[in-house]
């Protein structure tokens, strides 16, 4: 990345290699990040990453618009209508258990 560049990461935390980040940040090898996950959920409270002057971070609620919400609500109700009529649904949480 660019030293002028931004990471941007909502995905998920493991995603992002955290420590190289924060070393990446406190060395000004990239300009900064915006993290709405961390590596370690809940994070530690301690954690240097929330000093650096270049972060932002939001306590994972990048998904929280009234569209994703819909969304999500709408699969949760597929999925049980699927599992009433005794078919699989189509996005379990644990398919390993389905066999």
Known sequence: MKSTAY???TARGGLVDQAALTEALQGGVIAGAGL???EAEPPSPDDII?????VVCYPHIGSATHE???AMRELA????LAV????RPPAPVNPEVLG
């Open 50 to 54: 929330y000093t650096l002057p270049n």
């Open 36 to 38: 709405d996950v961390l």
């Open 77 to 80: 109700v597929e999925n049980l």
């Open 84 to 87: 009433l009529a005794g078919k």
């Open 7 to 9: 990471l941007v990461n």
């Open 68 to 70: 994703t919400r819909r």
